[in-house]
Structure formats: structure tokens, C-alpha cells
């Protein structure tokens, strides 16, 4: 039986309401003992834990075929049809009470994402979407950018030392020659500026599926193109936006060419 996306994307974003509530009394209110460090040296903290916990338990009951795979659990990461999620995407933000943060949630069936959904609880705006249905913030339809040009463009990439680690150092390098308007707005809040046009478009490496799977699908239905690089360890690139300004910018990282 065909999925019902428009009902599934209501019930995620009933979900992602109700991380809010675990996400929302934290944030700001952290003590620094309260952050803690995972193996790979990225924070995690008991409001990672507990939104994640609740939209494994509410993703579930919206569709019991599927598993859950996440940031934080883990899960069965070649499951057919499968949500995977982010409960805090941009954690260091969250910790320091930036409320530049977010919580994702794609829907993967066979591989492909066919729904996603960015929220970013402290600034109130949720981005979702479906395959063939658009990209909505609210009752909008987004649209991302079709600039054709990188001079005067708004382009933005992820953290500096996620270039290093995917050995794309001197792509960085390029980004500052190349484009005078460039920012480093990181992690989902960028990717949700890239969906409504306001950032032209954006290059954010070393990701994982939970960080990458709702742009995937979201990207394209906003008019936009995301494309997608592969590097060792699993790790994924994400370079999006406006397609003339993907064309340009492509060249510009190693593994494009590979």
C-alpha cells in the first residue's frame, strides 16, 4: 500500500511538537556539567536523549512498519522503510543558549527520502515536505534561491574543521577567494535558510544520514538541488541551493570528481 505522506508529515510534525516540550525548558538553562562528550568529541545532553526517546515512541505508532534509526539509539540502519532523526541538529548551539538549532526527521523508503522535516523550536519555524508535495513552512510554501551567479550570492558551509576532516581544506580555502558573502550559518538552520532562498546555497560536510535525510528530499521539493558526496566512514556531503550555484560550486571539492 502506497505511503500516505501528507497524513505521515502531520504526524512528524506532532512529533516534533512534542520534542519541543523536552528540547525547550532545557535550552539556556544548561549547567556546564550537564554537557557531556561522546566518543567522537560532539556534546550530547539528557534533552538530546529524552526528544529523541520521544519521537521514536510517537514515529512508531505513526507508522509500525517502519523502524527508527537516530543520532543518539542507533537503530537498524538498512531497514526498508525507516525514520531517521535527529533530535538536536546543531548541539553546541544549544548549549550555549544560540537558538540556531534543530531537530530533523526524514522518512527513508528503500534508500530515498521521501519526507522530511526541519524544526527549529527557539526561533518557531518548521520547514516540511514530501515527495511531490512542496516545501512548507506553516501554510507558505518555501521556495529556494534560483540565483545564477556566486558574485553577490549568500553562500554558506558548514563548520571549518568538518572540511579538514573530509580533507577538503583547500575547497575551503576556495570558498573564501571565490565568494565575498560567505557565512558560516552550520548544521539545520542553514539548511533551512537554503529552503526558503534566504541563504543561496550551502556546502556542509562530514554529516551523517540523521544530519543529511530531511535536506535530501526537502531541498528538491523547495525548487532547489541538493546534491550528495560520498567520503570513507560512512561520512556524506551535502552541497545545495540554487542549481547554478551547485554547478559552480561542485568543482570546487575533491570528491565531486571521484
Do not use: N
Request: proline share 7%; glycine share 10%.
Amino acid at each position: 500500500m502506497p505511503l500516505d505522506l501528507p497524513d505521515l508529515a502531520e504526524r512528524a510534525a506532532r512529533a516534533a511538537d512534542e520534542a519541543r516540550r523536552d528540547i525547550l525548558p532545557r535550552f539556556g538553562q544548561l549547567a556546564p556539567g550537564e554537557v557531556e562528550h561522546k566518543a567522537d568529541g560532539s556534546p550530547v545532553t539528557d534533552a538530546d536523549r529524552a526528544a529523541e526517546q520521544t519521537l521514536r515512541r510517537l514515529l512508531a505508532e505513526a507508522l509500525p512498519g517502519a523502524t527508527v534509526f537516530g543520532e543518539e539509539y542507533g537503530g537498524d540502519a538498512d531497514a526498508p522503510l525507516q525514520w531517521i532523526v535527529d533530535p538536536i541538529d546543531g548541539t553546541i548551539s544549544f548549549t550555549r543558549g544560540i537558538p540556531l538549532f534543530g531537530t530533523l526527521i526524514a522518512l527513508v523508503e528503500e534508500g530515498e527520502p521521501v519526507l522530511g522535516l526541519i524544526d527549529l523550536p527557539a526561533l518557531d519555524e518548521r520547514y516540511v515536505g514530501w515527495k511531490g508535495g512542496g516545501c512548507w513552512r506553516g501554510r507558505e510554501r518555501v521556495r529556494a534561491s534560483l540565483r545564477t551567479e556566486l558574485s553577490g550570492a549568500v553562500v554558506a558551509h558548514g563548520d571549518p574543521y568538518c572540511f579538514t576532516r573530509a580533507g577538503e581544506d583547500a575547497a575551503l580555502t576556495a570558498l573564501c577567494e571565490r565568494v565575498p558573502l560567505l557565512r558560516g550559518y552550520t548544521d539545520a538552520f542553514g539548511h533551512a535558510m537554503v529552503l526558503r532562498g534566504a541563504v543561496d546555497a550551502m556546502v556542509d560536510l562530514d554529516l551523517a544520514r540523521w544530519d543529511a535525510s530531511a535536506a535530501q528530499i526537502l531541498v528538491p521539493e523547495a525548487g532547489g538541488r541538493c546534491e550528495t558526496l560520498h567520503y570513507p566512514g560512512d561520512k556524506i556531503a551535502l552541497v545545495m541551493g540554487a542549481p547554478a550555484l551547485v554547478d559552480a560550486l561542485l568543482p570546487l571539492l575533491q570528491r565531486s570528481g571521484r
